[in-house]
């Protein structure tokens, strides 16, 4: 399959199968609904499932993604990705290497990649990632082990230093504490003068909403609204 051209990345969900956040609903119920909101790209993020089960999981729910026209990308499991033919996959710092992703995936697939320093940012862009997800904006109880809050003006410096080394144009998501209270704020604050965030990545403001479509809708009006230039 060929990259997606244009990939929206207004609303990006990543997903949290734990109880904690999900509850005891279905994870493609909410997936679906919060397509239906407007989610506009959805990364698959199960840590601790069972390799079997986790394909079966990222095999409904790209049928899923398909039908709304949304890419599906796989958190650090290459392997699953590549078995489901999805559209890509997300690596962390710690997780397998940008070339050997490549390798695996192929060119035609997305590779997103974590950056929570301008150094992470800039190593990433140089190996070829598609896309950067920076963070950890907020703290968040979502993720416990996250290495360092950067706040919106971390999120600021690290898209200065982009657009300073020739990387001005690589997609860009803002993650970790994001939700519908502070999305306006992160949006604003985090614009460089030469490079702006494209969507804030979410995971409880979305998946722990009581109404997920609902919770998307309104993050994606803010979004929209925030990169509409006054
Ligand atoms: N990476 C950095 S923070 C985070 C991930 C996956 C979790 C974000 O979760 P939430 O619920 O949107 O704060
Ligand atoms: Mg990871």
Do not use: W
Not at 76 to 81: C, E, H, K, L
Not at 168 to 183: L, M
Not at 205 to 219: E, F, G, N, T, Y
Request: charged share 20%.
């Amino acid at each position: 399959m060929v990259k997606p051209a244009a990939v929206d990345y207004s609303v990006y969900l990543v997903t949290d199968s734990t109880p904690a956040i999900l509850g005891d609903r279905d994870l493609c119920d909410v997936v679906e609904a919060s397509l239906r909101g407007g989610v506009t790209i959805v990364q698959y993020r199960d840590k601790h499932g069972e390799r079997d089960t986790v394909v079966q999981t990222a095999r409904k729910l790209h049928e899923i993604t398909r039908r709304h026209g949304v890419p599906l990308l796989i958190n650090d499991r290459v392997d699953v990705a590549v078995e489901v033919g999805c559209e890509g996959v997300h690596i962390g710092q710690d997780d397998i290497e940008y070339s050997k992703a490549r390798e695996m995936l192929g060119e035609g697939k997305i590779i997103g990649v974590s950056a929570g320093s301008i150094d992470e940012a800039l190593r990433a862009c140089a190996a070829g990632a598609d896309y950067l997800g920076i963070g950890t904006v907020f703290a968040t109880a979502t993720k416990k082990d996250t290495k360092s809050i950067i706040g919106p003006q971390g999120v600021s410096t690290i898209l200065s230093a982009l657009a300073a080394n020739g990387h001005g144009g690589i997609p860009t998501v803002c993650i970790g504490g994001v939700n519908a209270s502070n999305t306006r704020q992160v949006m604003a604050q985090s614009v460089s003068p030469h490079k702006t965030l494209d969507g804030v990545a979410v995971v409880s403001a979305i998946v722990a909403a009581q109404d997920p479509a609902a919770a998307a809708r309104d993050l994606l009006g803010k979004v929209v609204a925030a990169k509409v230039p006054d």
